[in-house]
């Protein structure tokens, strides 16, 4: 089990650019989830997927921000246009059917400039 | 809507003391309680957890939690920590209603000195 696969680990990127975010759930949970943490601001839920399709993008904070999720495999999450604020660590969390608790991902630091 | 407090956001201990971690959450009903750990620079990593039954439970590396329902409460213990338990410590209970989402606790930052 590869567990859940956050890429990149690292992104630096200037103000203004467009920042893809990437998770693999592991095979066979149906439900995927994206943290944002922040020193300030602690763990904060931005969207979550159950079976591909969006249950609750409530903690999106803007429209600058969306999340994608294809198929039961693979999710995005996009900024456009990132802002030096988004900097954070962005953690993707996935489980299985039935269960309660996640398992996360290593997550992706995103530092914008 | 479901809220869970941790009352400490910093705890520094030497190695060897006891340490207790304070949770509390607002729901009534019937709910599962976590706690999960981040080692500095790592993502979390579940430490243990209450579905039901025995409502002392016990989880890895020396940790336990008990579950209080009177207290609405999920406090955190080891009886001797090491340098190694130095951590952010969260806290975290299922919002009713399906799909497996948690809400988490702000977090305690324990650091352990020699």
């Known amino acids: 089990d590869a567990g859940v696969i956050q890429s990149p680990r690292h992104e630096v990127t200037e103000m203004g650019q467009e920042v893809t975010l990437r998770c693999k759930p592991i095979s066979g949970h149906n439900s995927l989830f994206w943290y944002r943490q922040t020193m300030m601001r602690g763990l904060e839920l931005l969207i979550y997927?159950?079976?591909?399709?969006?249950?609750?993008d409530s903690g999106m904070p803007e429209d600058r921000f969306s999340a994608k999720m294809p198929n039961a495999s693979f999710s995005t999450l996009k900024i456009q246009p990132s802002e030096p604020r988004d900097s954070a660590v962005y953690f993707c969390a996935s489980s299985p059917p039935g269960t309660v608790g996640y398992t996360f991902g290593s997550g992706t630091r995103l530092t914008v400039v | 809507a479901q809220s869970v407090s941790q009352h400490n956001h910093h705890v520094i201990l030497s190695e060897a003391a006891s340490l207790e971690l304070g949770c509390n959450y607002s729901?009534?009903?019937?709910?599962?309680l976590f706690w999960y750990v981040q080692y500095p620079g790592q993502h979390l990593q579940l430490l243990l957890k209450?579905?039901?039954?025995?409502?002392l439970v016990k989880g890895i590396k020396g940790f336990e939690a008990e579950f209080i329902k009177s207290k609405f409460s999920f406090n955190l213990r080891k009886p001797s920590v090491q340098w190694s338990d130095t951590a952010e410590y969260f806290c975290?209970?299922?919002?009713?209603?399906?799909?497996?989402?948690?809400?988490f606790g702000a977090g305690t930052r324990l650091a352990v000195h020699p």
């Open positions: 729901y009534g009903g019937t709910v599962n």
């Open positions: 997927f159950n079976n591909n399709v969006p249950i609750d």
């Open positions: 975290a209970v299922n919002e009713p209603g399906g799909y497996n989402k948690l809400i």
């Open positions: 209450y579905f039901s039954g025995d409502p």
